[in-house]
């Protein structure tokens, strides 16, 4: 426990020195004041006759708000990532008792557990805050979660944290090279906003599943706003695939990411 107590400090260590891996791990921060704050300002802007207007850009920015806080920690995992292959560091951690592959597993647990917190945070602040600002027809859509809601969907939605992370540090050499990978793969944060589109409401949205956020996201938008459709799962079924998919997708990553580390 002692070693991996140690490590705990050398990370918080390293992420304190870089200022744009501080501002990554506060990321979540931001975004709970953007959703509290920024966002109800927007709706308020909107004609409140335009039910179909609000309803689209309230659907788009919950779409935000549940999916760009595992990206800026999955580029923060890239860059701490990074730093080791600048550093030529992880042969010399490859000798220690904790080994490359332990290291990795330290490194991927605690990023993961701080995407869950950062995730819940933002959406029990947010409904907590500011869920009578989220109201169609007289209604909160934060009316329709709760705790179960919002951790579950965390827990599964957190794990492409990791993933992306060691993804893109397997991907890029050096920090250059990571910068502009992690702008190239933002992207994947957008797609789940097509979920919106009529064309993607039935059988089609499962085109969309192949993006691994897809999936917990769908559930979640869901529970926000129910839609009668009999291509639509239930929610823990959305969530049970997004889990494996993404369980899978992070053990590739991970064998992946050793593999390269290795050259």
Same mark, same amino acid.
Request: aromatic share 14%; net charge positive.
């Given at each position: 426990?002692?070693?991996?107590?140690?490590?705990?400090?050398?990370?918080?260590?390293?992420?304190? $020195?870089?200022?744009? !891996?501080?501002?990554?791990?506060?990321?979540?921060?931001?975004?709970?004041?953007? /959703?509290?704050?920024?966002?109800?300002?927007?709706?308020? /802007?909107?004609?409140?006759?335009?039910?179909?207007?609000?309803?689209?850009?309230?659907?788009?920015?919950?779409?935000?708000?549940?999916?760009?806080?595992?990206?800026?920690?999955?580029?923060?995992?890239?860059?701490?990532?990074?730093?080791?292959?600048?550093?030529?560091?992880? !042969?010399?951690?490859?000798?220690?008792?904790?080994?490359?592959?332990?290291?990795?597993?330290?490194?991927?647990?605690?990023?993961?557990?701080?995407?869950?917190?950062?995730?819940?945070?933002?959406?029990?602040?947010?409904?907590?805050?500011?869920?009578?600002?989220?109201?169609?027809?007289?209604?909160?859509?934060?009316?329709?979660?709760?705790?179960?809601?919002?951790?579950?969907?965390?827990?599964?939605?957190?794990?492409?944290?990791?993933?992306?992370?060691?993804?893109?540090?397997?991907?890029? $050499? !050096?920090?250059?090279?990571?910068?502009?990978?992690?702008?190239?793969?933002?992207?994947?944060?957008?797609?789940?906003?097509?979920?919106?589109?009529?064309?993607?409401?039935?059988?089609?949205?499962?085109?969309?599943?192949?993006?691994?956020?897809?999936?917990?996201?769908?559930?979640?938008?869901?529970?926000?706003?129910?839609?009668?459709?009999?291509?639509?799962?239930?929610?823990?079924?959305?969530?049970?695939?997004?889990?494996?998919? !993404?369980?899978?997708?992070?053990?590739?990553?991970?064998?992946?990411?050793?593999?390269?580390?290795?050259?």
């Amino acid at each position: 426990m002692s070693k991996y107590l140690s490590l705990m400090k050398y990370e918080v260590k390293t992420i304190i $020195r870089d200022p744009i !891996n501080l501002y990554m791990s506060l990321f979540p921060v931001i975004m709970l004041f953007m /959703s509290s704050f920024v966002f109800p300002m927007i709706f308020e /802007s909107l004609d409140p006759m335009q039910g179909t207007v609000l309803k689209i850009t309230m659907l788009l920015l919950l779409i935000v708000i549940l999916a760009f806080g595992s990206f800026f920690l999955a580029a923060m995992a890239t860059f701490l990532l990074l730093d080791h292959k600048d550093e030529n560091t992880l !042969n010399t951690i490859a000798v220690t008792p904790v080994g490359t592959s332990g290291y990795l597993k330290f490194k991927m647990v605690y990023i993961y557990l701080m995407s869950v917190v950062g995730s819940v945070a933002i959406l029990l602040g947010t409904k907590l805050i500011a869920s009578d600002k989220y109201t169609i027809m007289g209604t909160s859509v934060f009316d329709n979660i709760d705790i179960y809601h919002i951790v579950s969907f965390a827990m599964v939605n957190e794990l492409f944290t990791p993933t992306l992370g060691l993804l893109q540090g397997a991907l890029a $050499r !050096n920090k250059v090279e990571g910068f502009a990978i992690i702008k190239g793969t933002g992207i994947l944060a957008l797609v789940p906003a097509l979920m919106v589109l009529e064309a993607f409401q039935g059988e089609l949205q499962y085109i969309l599943g192949i993006f691994p956020n897809f999936w917990a996201i769908k559930g979640m938008v869901l529970k926000f706003m129910p839609v009668e459709n009999s291509a639509n799962l239930s929610y823990p079924l959305y969530l049970l695939i997004g889990g494996g998919y !993404n369980l899978i997708l992070l053990i590739a990553a991970y064998r992946f990411f050793l593999k390269k580390a290795q050259y």
